[in-house]
């Protein structure tokens, strides 16, 4: 069986990542989505640019792999306006228990996601994120490297961990929050919040 074509948003240091994830999950990308023409100068070995968010084909599933939330949330508005549609990459290295996770997801080599947890569309775990049992996450969860949330916590939408970030379980973290690297969330944080330190305290 042929490998399933993909394109990838975002031809940075995150899209090359998820170009050799893809790879090791059998998809063949094909090209990759950017505004910045110019993005893989100097590298080889790369699939090509094939034109910005609003001029690119999207006749493909695209893998997103843009970083920053609201930029995100941006581009991903803007292709499915076009008609695009997004895959999943769930690494055959990432360890998936019984859950729920939106479409768009890309989920790195040594997440974990524990059992019945659930999230909405366009989650992003980095390498060695953990998603504890019965977790709920709104859209556009990003996770990055070694974040953690325990058990029975509640994220809001376009929630932001930073790496070593952790959410205590059966905590609540409101929609548009940041917690910043190596911060410990021992209360809940509202809406738009940024918080860092050990504990995290809001700035």
Known sequence: MSARRVLILGAGGLGREVFHWALDAGMEPIGFIDDAPNALAGLQGYPPIVGGVDTAPVE?????????????????ERLIARGATFADLLHPQAKILRSDLGPGAVIAPFAYIGADAATGPFPFLQTGAVLGHDVRAGAFLRMDT??????????????????????????TVGDGCTLGAGAVLLSNLRSGATAFGVPAMTC
């Open 146 to 171: 070694t974040a953690f949330v325990g058990g029975h916590a509640r994220l809001g939408d376009r929630v932001t961990l930073h790496t070593g970030a952790k959410v205590m379980p059966g905590k």
């Open 60 to 76: 493909a599933p695209i893998l997103c792999a843009i970083g920053r939330n609201d930029l995100r949330v941006a581009c991903v």
